[in-house]
């Protein structure tokens, strides 16, 4: 019922470098991430983010943490997890199915609480959606790292077409090629 992998992109593995965008007035670019682990019960991500997406006054790029872990049980829809973000764990942390989405609720210092809703994109499998709410407001969405293609590589034989990436896309996992 509630494993972390039904929720995330199904291209986001250990080692994969996602892209982070912000949604403010439009989405723009606020930094990189970087996977370190991603399992049904355990989710690691290290990021190098732009302070201006949690509207802080200084604008300079800040290394985040990320780490989620639910209660080990396969057939719960909710339960305990352990959140740490930036090293600071959770005081309590719990999970819960909602809606297609796995929503995470935490108290951190005091009574300040943080829900974090993860779902998987309906529109693009590369995508995995982020909504903040509490202390930080926001909406994230964690896509595939593209960059160009290199100029050196020959012309394929045959031209083929990857479904749900642009052709200067590197996936993180095999795509399947359509005709």
């Known amino acids: 019922m509630a494993r972390i992998t039904d929720f995330v992109s199904p291209r986001i593995a250990a080692g994969a470098q996602q892209d982070i965008w912000a949604r403010q007035l439009f989405f723009s670019h606020i930094g990189t991430a970087n996977v370190h682990r991603v399992d049904d019960y355990g989710l690691e991500v290290s990021a190098e983010i732009d302070t201006h997406a949690f509207e802080l006054p200084e604008h300079e790029k800040r290394d985040h943490s990320f780490v989620l872990e639910l209660d080990p049980d396969p057939d719960a829809a909710e339960g305990p997890a352990r959140l740490t973000i930036d090293g600071v764990p959770a005081r309590e942390a719990t999970?819960?199915?909602?809606?297609?989405?796995?929503?995470?609720?935490?108290?951190?210092?005091?009574?300040?609480?943080?829900?974090?809703?993860?779902?998987?994109?309906?529109?693009?499998?590369?995508?995995?959606?982020?909504?903040?709410?509490?202390?930080?407001?926001?909406?994230?969405?964690?896509?595939?790292?593209?960059r160009p293609a290199p100029a050196a590589l020959p012309a394929a034989p045959i031209a083929a077409k990857t479904r749900g990436l642009p052709s200067n896309c590197t996936a993180t996992r095999p795509l399947r090629l359509v005709a």
């Not at 309906?122 to 995995?128: G, K, S, V």
């Not at 202390?135 to 593209?146: E, G, I, P, W």
Request: proline fraction near 0%.
């Open 95 to 146: 999970f819960q199915v909602k809606d297609n989405r796995l929503v995470v609720q935490a108290k951190f210092y005091g009574d300040s609480a943080q829900a974090i809703s993860i779902e998987r994109s309906r529109r693009d499998d590369r995508e995995t959606h982020l909504s903040l709410w509490g202390k930080y407001k926001l909406f994230v969405r964690a896509a595939a790292a593209c």
